[in-house]
């Protein structure tokens, strides 16, 4: 596919399915589609032939590019003023299609500027595919601000050594983890955002030893990415946690809605134009928001609530642990009991579910403690290396 080639094709209204490799070509192509008022449906390429034929029969674009060239089809227009549709990425294995509007997408980038003091001159890395919010908006940033971009798909301790003026990136945990494993030079950049899943205490004390100055963020494909930045909502976003302890989202940043599914639109808001997270949290007097998980993972063991990160993050901590997924399993005495599963460091000794209960106990109550122990060759992943609870 050439640029020009979807250049003449784009019309105002169209819904374009783009299938390219990341790198520079992106910015040709999201700068045309604005210009000429059609949205751009980024397709992930490691997604399989049957699952990217599954988000296009979803999506009914009106126009699919890709390395083999540029075609129109009797898809369903769109909003003008939806700039992107993306494909939701999470545990559960269903995505839906968040409409963004043009004016979301400016508003997160200026927000997201503003609090971590990023100028129009500073370069950005971009390692995060395009068909994830985090990887596209990274991209926006040369648009909206005329940041300059470095691309790079593979980060190794050599390629961040060799990346210049770069001052700014967005990881995922997983990158983060092998890239301070691998004693990469991070401290090079000014801030270093952290998403796509929760940072541990661990994972951030090991940055903060080696000077790389990280921020958690927390948002979704919904709220056009990140929207609280170090436990702090952007300028103009509101946070509340609802009487059933679900976090609620509200500002200029927020999704349109899902693509051709109102019922799911309509379910996705509360009165008053509050965004539905499916996250439980909290919301503390002066502002600060805290992140429980989602509210469907949530463990009720006699009674009691028991949020499987903050169980993951304590056992994890262990030296024997390699990855581990908590979740609850029927139980006849307690309702639920917490099941750990765990990856081992070493393969012919696996920790014991005694041993791991003790570790445990030095952060967490007894009643939040795992009662079965499963060991497991590997934990699946979604694309951004959340994993697969489902």
């Known amino acids: 596919m ?26 040709a192509v999201l700068r045309d589609g604005r210009e000429a008022g059609a949205a751009m449906l980024p397709i ?26 540029v075609r129109r089809l009797d898809g369903v227009p769109i909003d003008p003023e939806i700039a992107l549709v993306i494909a939701t990425s999470g545990t559960s294995g269903q995505a839906r299609l968040a409409e963004l509007p043009g004016a979301a997408v400016e508003a997160a980038v200026l927000a997201s500027a503003t609090a971590i003091d990023a100028r129009a001159e500073d370069r950005w890395l971009s390692c995060l595919p395009p068909a994830h919010i985090g990887g596209l908006l990274v ?28 001052r700014f990136t967005s990881l995922v945990p997983t990158q983060l983890t092998r890239l301070l494993d691998a004693a990469a ?4 950049f000014r801030a270093v955002l952290v998403g796509g899943s929760g940072v541990d205490a661990e994972l951030a004390a090991r940055a903060a030893e080696a000077g790389v100055r990280i921020v958690p ?25 609802s009487r059933w302890g679900e976090l609620l989202v509200r500002g200029p940043t927020l999704m349109r809605g899902y693509r051709l599914d109102p019922e799911a639109s309509v379910g996705a808001f509360e009165p008053g134009g509050w965004l539905r997270t499916g996250d439980g949290g909290e919301v503390a007097p002066d502002g600060a928001v805290r992140v429980h998980g989602r509210l469907a993972d949530v463990i009720v ?14 056992l994890s901590s262990h030296p024997e642990v390699a990855a581990v997924l908590v979740t609850g399993a029927p139980d006849r005495e307690w309702g639920q009991r917490v099941v750990a599963r765990v990856v081992p460091r070493r393969r012919s000794d696996p920790p014991t579910l005694a041993t791991l209960r003790d570790h445990a106990a030095a952060t967490l109550s007894r009643h939040k403690l795992p009662r079965e122990l499963i060991v497991v060759e590997r934990l699946e992943r979604a694309a951004l290396g959340k994993i697969r609870r489902r």
């Open 44 to 69: 992930d390429l490691r997604l399989s032939d049957r699952e990217r034929a599954a988000v296009i029969r979803a999506a009914q674009p009106t126009v699919v590019a890709g390395e083999e060239g």
């Open 2 to 27: 050439t640029a020009s080639a979807l250049r003449r094709t784009l019309r105002a209204g169209d819904l374009a399915a783009v299938a390219l490799q990341p790198g520079p070509a992106w910015l």
């Open 185 to 188: 030079d991070l401290g090079r």
């Open 139 to 166: 991209l926006e940033r040369h648009l909206l601000l005329g940041a300059p971009i470095t691309f790079r798909r593979r980060l190794s301790r050599a390629t961040v050594a060799g990346l210049g003026d770069a």
């Open 301 to 314: 063991s006699g009674g009691e609530k028991i949020w499987p990160a903050e169980v993951e993050a304590a």
């Open 217 to 241: 963020t927390y948002g979704m494909t919904e709220t056009c990415g990140g929207v609280v930045y170090a436990g702090r909502p952007l300028a103009g976003v509101e946070v509340r946690a």
